[in-house]
């Protein structure tokens, strides 16, 4: 089931939230914020954020906002993060489709991913089967931690 998330919801998350940024690999958020700052930034300042849960297991959250403003703000962006345990079970998938759903009632036509690390292949390659193009790449745009500098792909769909 996915439904809209609680701050309850990013409690019971957070755990998952507090390791995907700990780990740097994946997402460009300060590895040190604290609970009430991700919240923030997952859950207030987004249009929506939504939870995949199980019985009482959250499998995993995505959140949608607006890209740009003004004559962009047709275009949105979304980050996805799914719960260790539930990895590799098309969770992201499901959570990608619903927001590709979500997105088209809110009015967007678009979605456009800003940073996907390019050593992240099995979401690279999963955006590009769900229809996601790379439109541009950014040299060096990471840190990773293992990897030094890595690329980061602009990804992007037209929805309507």
């Keep these: 089931m996915i439904r809209i998330m609680t701050?309850?919801?990013?409690?019971h998350f957070w755990p998952t939230f507090k390791e995907v940024i700990e780990q740097q690999e994946t997402y460009a958020f300060d590895p040190d914020m604290s609970q009430q700052q991700a919240y923030a930034l997952w859950?207030?300042?987004?249009?929506?954020a939504y939870v995949m849960v199980?019985?009482?297991e959250i499998l995993g959250s995505y959140y949608l906002k607006a890209n740009a403003m003004g004559p962009s703000n047709?275009?949105?962006?979304?980050?996805?993060?799914?719960?260790?345990?539930?990895?590799?079970?098309g969770i992201a998938r499901t959570l990608c489709e619903h927001s590709q759903s979500e997105a088209i009632k809110l009015g967007y036509r678009a979605m456009q991913f800003?940073?996907?690390v390019a050593s992240n292949q099995v979401a690279v390659q999963l955006w590009q089967r769900l229809g996601y193009q790379i439109i541009g790449t950014i040299p060096k745009a990471y840190r990773h931690p293992s990897l030094g500098f890595v690329d980061s792909h602009i990804m992007y769909k037209w929805l309507q």
């Excluded at 047709?74 to 079970?89: E, L, T």
């Design 114 to 116: 800003n940073s996907v």
């Design 43 to 48: 859950c207030q300042k987004v249009d929506i």
């Design 74 to 89: 047709h275009i949105c962006n979304c980050g996805y993060m799914v719960a260790p345990q539930a990895r590799g079970k």
């Design 7 to 11: 701050q309850n919801d990013f409690q």
């Design 54 to 56: 199980e019985g009482y």
